[in-house]
């Protein structure tokens, strides 16, 4: 019987439950997906609700709750905020729940090019701008990543157990990049959101010879204008700079219209 498994035998389990809203349930699949020791957390907790193994109960009343998916809709803001009322914590579980992620690039984008997939008569499904779950209710720990990784998951779930203090990771991919002996796709030309993105991923994507797009998230100390200029100086330009910074975090990123136009503008002005 291991030591960890010895304090958590004192007190009552944990309640955890997993839930998704509009998403595509890779993140709830990258929890069952750590063979290797699922089976030991779940000795360790009490799953309350998870789909695909256990009911969902909307009101059960839970320790820390796994949320995936982004709200996209009046009926993903309900659960979530019944679920937020529900659980002691709130975790923000993958790219979608963090940032928005993908679908919320749809607000940098026309109406018209949208509209036609819009629900209208159903009130369930009422569209509302796709937002990350922290733009409606509050978010306790985040777990970022397209998909998250799984020992972050299992990492998590087990410190949380023991009483410890989930810290994120806060240095950028480029840390993890440099450890794993990979050459700088930037000194290739390729435009790698690495320097501003945090790591805890283990440079996966880098690993592979493709570059990062961000999906976890910025650091909280990116230094959003040198990563544009160097990324100008590698040759690309405004256009495919934002469309990049945009696809996984632009929400996150409210300021990046003032970096990237914001002091030509200033420029401007002065000079008038």
């Not at 997993?18 to 089976?39: H, K, M, P, W």
């Not at 991919?173 to 050459?183: A, H, L, P, Y």
């Not at 570059?211 to 690309?236: H, S």
């Given at each position: ?7 958590t035998?004192k007190?009552?389990?944990l309640?955890i ?11 709830q699949?990258s929890?069952?997906f750590n063979e ?5 957390v779940?000795s360790?907790v009490d799953?309350k609700a ?8 909307l009101?059960?009343e839970?320790d820390y709750?796994f949320?995936?998916?982004?709200v996209a809709d ?7 905020e019944?679920i937020r009322?529900n659980?002691?914590?709130?975790v923000?579980?993958?790219a ?7 679908p919320?690039?749809r607000?940098?984008?026309l109406?018209e090019n949208?509209?036609?997939l819009?629900?209208?008569?159903v009130?369930?499904?009422e569209?509302i ?7 409606h209710?509050?978010?306790?720990y985040?777990i970022p990543g ?9 990492t ?14 806060e240095s950028?991919?480029c840390v993890e990049?440099?450890?794993?002996g990979n050459?700088?796709?930037?000194d290739?030309g390729?435009?790698c959101?690495g320097?501003?993105?945090?790591g805890g991923?283990n ?9 990062c ?5 910025p ?5 959003l ?7 100008k100086?590698k ?6 700079i934002q ?5 996984f975090?632009g929400?996150?990123l ?5 970096v990237?136009?914001g002091?030509?503008?200033?420029e401007?002005h002065?000079k008038n």
């Amino acid at each position: 019987m291991t030591k960890l498994f010895q304090i958590t035998e004192k007190k009552e389990k944990l309640k955890i439950g997993v839930y998704g809203i509009t998403g595509c349930a890779g993140c709830q699949l990258s929890v069952i997906f750590n063979e290797d020791e699922i089976l030991d957390v779940v000795s360790l907790v009490d799953f309350k609700a998870f789909p695909f193994i256990k009911e969902v109960n909307l009101d059960q009343e839970f320790d820390y709750v796994f949320i995936e998916g982004l709200v996209a809709d009046q009926e993903d803001l309900e659960v979530l905020e019944k679920i937020r009322k529900n659980t002691k914590f709130l975790v923000s579980l993958g790219a979608c729940a963090c940032t928005g992620c993908v679908p919320a690039y749809r607000q940098f984008s026309l109406k018209e090019n949208y509209e036609h997939l819009l629900y209208k008569k159903v009130q369930d499904l009422e569209d509302i701008k796709p937002t990350p779950v922290d733009a409606h209710v509050k978010v306790d720990y985040y777990i970022p990543g397209c998909p998250p990784d799984k020992r972050e998951i299992i990492t998590f779930i087990k410190n949380v157990v023991m009483g410890k203090q989930p810290k994120p990771y806060e240095s950028p991919v480029c840390v993890e990049c440099r450890r794993n002996g990979n050459q700088c796709l930037l000194d290739l030309g390729k435009p790698c959101l690495g320097p501003i993105t945090a790591g805890g991923c283990n440079s996966v994507c880098t690993n592979g010879g493709f570059e990062c797009w961000g999906c976890r998230g910025p650091t909280k100390d990116m230094n959003l204008d040198l990563m544009i200029n160097i990324l100008k100086e590698k040759g690309f330009d405004e256009k495919f700079i934002q469309d990049r910074l945009r696809t996984f975090v632009g929400l996150k990123l409210p300021m990046l219209e003032k970096v990237l136009h914001g002091k030509d503008n200033a420029e401007s002005h002065n000079k008038n």
